[in-house]
C-alpha cells in the first residue's frame, strides 16, 4: 500500500497511523520531497479528474489567475501539493482523502 500525500499533512498522518494500528503497512510517499512519477500522476487524474486538484489550498492561492488555467496535469507536475490528498493506493485501487468512505473501505 502506498499513501501519496505530505510528512507534515495532519489527514496523511491520521491515514497512516490508523492504517499501521490496523496492522496494514504502508509507505508514505511525500510528493513535495520524493515527487509523484508521471504515470502515477496520469492515473490519478483519470480516475479523480477535477477532485485531485486542491482549490482550497495555500499553493492555489499563491498562483496567478494565468497560472491557475494551466491543465490541470501541468499544475500538478509543477505544484505537487496542490494534490488533494491523501491519494492511497491499495491492490490495485486508488482512494482519494481520508473521509469514513475511505476508512470503511480499507479498514472494514
Known amino acids: 500500500m502506498h499513501i501519496y500525500g505530505l510528512r507534515n ?3 496523511c498522518r491520521k491515514a497512516e497511523k490508523a ?3 490496523n496492522g496494514i503497512e504502508a509507505l ?3 510528493v513535495r520531497k520524493d515527487g509523484i512519477p508521471a504515470g502515477e500522476l496520469q492515473r490519478f487524474q483519470d480516475t479523480f479528474g477535477e477532485q485531485l486538484l486542491n482549490r482550497r489550498s ?6 496567478s489567475q494565468a497560472e491557475r488555467q494551466r491543465d490541470p496535469l501541468a499544475l500538478l507536475t ?9 491519494v492511497i493506493e ?5 482512494f ?4 469514513k468512505d475511505v476508512q470503511n473501505s480499507l479498514l472494514g
Open 28 to 30: 508514505l510517499i511525500d
Open 58 to 63: 495555500a499553493t492555489w492561492r499563491q498562483l
Open 96 to 99: 482519494l482523502g481520508w473521509g
Open 90 to 94: 491499495h491492490s490495485g485501487r486508488l
Open 78 to 86: 509543477a505544484h505537487p501539493t496542490l494534490m488533494k490528498r491523501p
Open 9 to 11: 499533512c495532519d489527514t
Open 19 to 21: 492504517l499501521r494500528d
